[in-house]
């Protein structure tokens, strides 16, 4: 357990020191947020509300969203799997610490340091131009979070199980498109997810990508209830569990045909 | 021991094969997922957004579209010179009697980005037949002019984008908010954002121009926002204009680059 914290921590001071490089995505964050949240909001005309949103829901989506991506890590990574491919899995698999593990240490921790730059900018920005909705009950902040820490899980989860094809294909850029794809189209950062056509939302819930991002959102704007929100929550926890085991799984059987090249 | 050695060829053989396929499937994809969420959104603001019905949209997104994708395909690689420069290849470049920006533009050439370009256009192609564009010969023009020239600003902002790298860490990221951010930004119509931010990004930054003006021109509507008709030919304007940007940014950028020490 002291090594988990450690790893943890290590994964926070690293990212504490990209201090420029997270100054400029909150600002590309936020000038997303603009382009969206005026979309959205264009979408919604006149009208009281679409999808179930009305404009603060919007809003506080997108803007909330867009300070998300940095701590769920919704973009490129490739540290896996570049790892895989040079070779240098070898030593970590060697380590006492099953790299699963490692990797979801470090993680947690770079999502802490996200979750004050890249989630505050955004939503400061966005809290500046247009009303935003506040959560009415106290109960929603603390399953907000729990939420938010879940979906971090399914994410290198799910990141972790794709980057496992290394193993097998040296093909780079497939895996990390379809994690792309997912994670821009199917999480509700392109469009709301109840916005999309029935069949088109039933099998992007099947996948683990909204649990990333749709959930915590419609957690944190109370929508459906209390009793919704547990639902998310426990959806996201089997996404969470579903993804782990799965990479837990493929890594082993990875490990067991593993061939190192060179010496 | 011929058979296995037979076998191995041919399997590393289906994996290359199959590495392509998918690309090529992905590939679509994305495209095919682009158009799916323009119409997701129209389909869900109801008869107009921003003024234009579900057909008109398809072309204000096509021509974006077109535009964005051949630049990419021109100019994509100067998203790497942080890397060159990281890795020393700039210094290599900068040292050789050729023009600096030409040799890293042709460094990592990728041809399949060509897919992603042929894709636009088929969908800049169904846009127009979709619309029944009243043809005239200057509306042919038009709609050719205008995704070369969106093209060409799409290509300055890149590489304008990427000079930052010479004096800006985190450049990269920042950039995207104008190459990838413009490119959001012409897909939709111009009217769909607020007040200031359509002045700063659609007409300070000329973005307005790469697909929404042009669009009302081929479709003979009248700007709701109160331009003038001739803005529909502005794209030329706005190309030159980021061009001059890039070229005077690159220029200034290499010149003050100090390298990384070697």
């Given amino acids: 357990m002291p090594a988990f914290a450690a790893l943890v921590r290590a994964g926070f001071l690293r990212y504490a020191t990209y201090r420029q490089a997270t100054l400029a995505s909150a600002f590309t964050n936020s000038v997303f947020g603009f382009l969206h949240c005026y979309l959205l909001l264009a979408v919604l005309g006149t009208r009281a509300s679409v999808g179930g949103y009305d404009a603060r ?55 802490g340091h996200a979750a004050l730059v890249r989630l505050g900018v955004p939503v400061v920005v966005g809290a500046l131009f247009f009303p935003l909705a506040v959560p009415t009950h106290a109960a929603t902040w603390p399953l907000a979070v729990l939420s938010v820490l879940l979906a971090v899980v399914v994410s290198l989860g799910t990141r972790y199980l794709i980057s496992l094809t290394a193993f097998w294909w040296l093909d780079a850029r497939g895996p990390n498109t379809v994690w792309l794809l997912g994670s821009t189209m199917l999480s509700g950062l392109a469009v709301p997810l109840p916005l999309y056509p029935e069949p088109v939302r039933v099998l992007a819930w099947a996948t683990p990508f909204p649990w990333t991002l749709q959930a915590p959102l419609d957690v944190l704007l109370e929508r459906g209830g209390s009793g919704h929100a547990l639902l998310l929550l426990g959806g996201q926890a089997a996404a969470a569990l579903g993804v782990l085991c799965l990479a837990a799984l493929v890594q082993r059987r990875a490990v067991r045909a593993l061939v190192v090249q060179g010496g | 021991m011929y058979v296995r050695l037979l076998s191995a060829q041919l399997r590393s053989q289906t994996q290359y094969r199959l590495s392509f396929a998918v690309d090529l499937v992905l590939n679509v994809a994305i495209t095919v997922i682009g158009v799916l969420v323009v119409l997701t959104l129209f389909a869900a603001a109801g008869p107009t957004l921003g003024g234009l019905s ?89 709609v050719v002019l205008a995704p070369v020239c969106g093209a060409v600003t799409y290509a300055s902002i890149f590489v304008a984008g990427a000079t930052t790298t010479f004096w800006l860490l985190g450049a990269g990221e920042t950039a995207n908010a104008f190459t990838y951010g413009g490119r959001d930004f012409a897909t939709y119509p111009t009217p769909v954002y607020g007040t200031w931010f359509r002045r700063v990004f659609g007409y300070g930054l000329g973005l307005a121009a790469v697909a929404y003006l042009p669009a009302l021109t081929l479709l003979g509507r009248d700007d709701p926002l109160g331009l003038p008709g001739w803005v529909g030919w502005s794209p030329p304007l706005v190309a030159a204009a980021w061009c001059g940007i890039a070229a005077l940014a690159w220029r200034f950028g290499v010149r003050h680059y100090r390298s990384t020490g070697s």
Avoid: C
């Avoid at chain 1, 506080?60 to 769920?72: D, E, P, R, S, Y």
């Avoid at chain 1, 973009?75 to 610490?97: K, V, Y």
């Avoid at chain 2, 204000?60 to 077109?66: H, K, N």
């Fill in chain 1, 57 to 111: 829901h919007v809003a506080t989506f997108v803007w909330v969203g867009q300070g998300l991506i940095g701590v769920v890590q919704l973009f490129t990574w490739t540290e896996l799997s570049d790892r895989i491919r040079s070779g240098d899995i070898a030593a970590d698999l060697l380590r006492p610490i099953d790299p699963l593990v490692a990797h979801l240490a470090v993680d947690l921790g770079r999502a």
């Fill in chain 2, 54 to 142: 579900l057909a008109e949209g398809l072309l204000v997104a096509g021509l974006a579209e077109a535009a964005f994708q051949t630049a990419d395909l021109v100019v994509g690689n100067i998203e790497r010179l942080p890397v060159y420069v990281r890795t020393g290849l700039l210094d290599a470049v900068l040292v050789r009697p050729l023009s600096s920006l030409g040799q890293l533009l042709v460094a990592d050439a990728a041809p399949r980005r060509l897919g992603r370009v042929a894709q636009a256009a088929a969908v800049l192609g169904v846009a127009l037949a979709v619309n029944d564009v009243d043809w005239t010969p200057s509306r042919v023009v038009l």
